[in-house]
């Protein structure tokens, strides 16, 4: 007994039917699996950077604390002077020692022979905010060679 047209087309639209149904079963069942991994594996990366960010984050202030501390340890000789008159091309070392010896006489109160034994640098700063053309003058800040006592 053979098979008719018309069985034939149903069969063949039956098997059509369950290879789509298949088909779309498979797709969804992959789609899943792909997604559930993606995402675990996203969670598991952000972990990962988290934990990263948050170590960085304390070396950061850990290395913020250490600057911090350098520099107030690079200052502990130095001064800083506002309100000095400031002219062009003008040699800071001269004015400095003139502040010291004639305004403040401290060269005799410091015992040193020469106000430019004891100076190690100065020189003329100006605040971040500061404008070239400021009306008033860039402070001084001198560092010195020895501890200066009191």
């Known amino acids: 007994m053979g098979l008719t047209r018309s069985d034939k087309t149903e069969i063949t639209e039956l098997i ?54 350098l520099e107030q340890y690079t200052r502990r000789n130095s001064i800083r002077i506002f309100g000095v008159h400031e002219e062009s091309n003008e040699n800071t070392l001269n004015v400095v020692k003139s502040i010291f010896s004639d305004t403040l006489k401290a060269v005799d109160t410091l015992k040193a022979p020469d106000t430019l034994t004891w100076i190690d640098r100065c020189h003329r700063i100006r605040n971040k905010n500061q404008l070239a053309t400021s009306n008033r003058p860039a402070a001084i800040i001198v560092k010195f060679r020895i501890h200066l006592p009191g």
């Open 16 to 69: 059509k039917e369950t290879f789509a149904a298949l088909a779309k079963e498979l797709v969804t069942k992959i789609s899943e699996d792909v997604t559930k991994k993606f995402e675990e594996k996203v969670t598991d990366t952000f972990a990962n950077y988290d934990s990263k960010i948050s170590l960085l984050e304390k070396d950061n202030a850990a290395l913020h604390a250490k600057i911090d501390s």
